[in-house]
């Protein structure tokens, strides 16, 4: 579970999305540049806890319309 999913504002949700998102890219570079597998790991773990803060996020923005 994602630290604070429920009952969390767009706007912390929006710098956690990103936080993971500037994790990805950087772990994703690294798995390319040097095939470094456990950079690989940790882009995957951030692109999976990115996916579920989306759906927390599509939730919030309905519920704060």
């Known amino acids: 579970k994602i630290k604070g999913e ?7 949700l929006y710098g ?3 936080d993971l ?3 990805f ?3 994703h ?3 390319l540049e040097t095939s470094n597998k ?3 790991a940790r882009a995957r773990k951030a692109i999976g806890s ?3 803060l989306v759906t927390a996020y599509r ?4 519920s704060e319309v």
Do not use: H, P, R, V
């Not at 429920?6 to 912390?12: G, L, R």
């Open 6 to 12: 429920t009952n969390m504002s767009t706007d912390s």
């Open 16 to 18: 956690e999305m990103n």
């Open 21 to 23: 998102w500037e994790s």
């Open 25 to 27: 890219q950087e772990n």
């Open 29 to 31: 570079t690294k798995f």
């Open 38 to 40: 456990a950079a690989g």
């Open 50 to 52: 990115l996916k579920k």
């Open 59 to 62: 939730k919030a923005s309905i």
